[in-house]
């Protein structure tokens, strides 16, 4: 209850019950990055998208896409 838990491949953003935020497995992404397995494209797209997600976070925005994520059925 009053939780979102989305699986990604690589990095991933935890938000604690207390409200504190991790942000996880960014070796994972930078691995993939220098075995070949993602583009240096593909990792600023990634970047970026954490970026935006973490801002949304931390703005107080984050219900407004639980509520998005929640109609798609995520």
Do not use: W
Not at 5 to 20: E, F, K, N, S, Y
Not at 67 to 73: D, I
């Amino acid at each position: 209850q009053n939780s979102l838990t989305v699986t990604d491949l690589l990095a991933d953003v935890v938000i604690l019950p207390d409200g504190r935020v991790r942000v996880m497995d960014l070796d994972e992404l930078a691995e993939a990055l220098e075995r070949d397995i993602i583009t240096t494209e593909l990792m600023s797209i990634c970047l970026r998208r954490l970026h935006y997600l973490l801002s949304l976070i931390d703005r107080d925005k984050f219900e407004r896409l639980q509520n998005r994520l929640n109609k798609l059925g995520l």
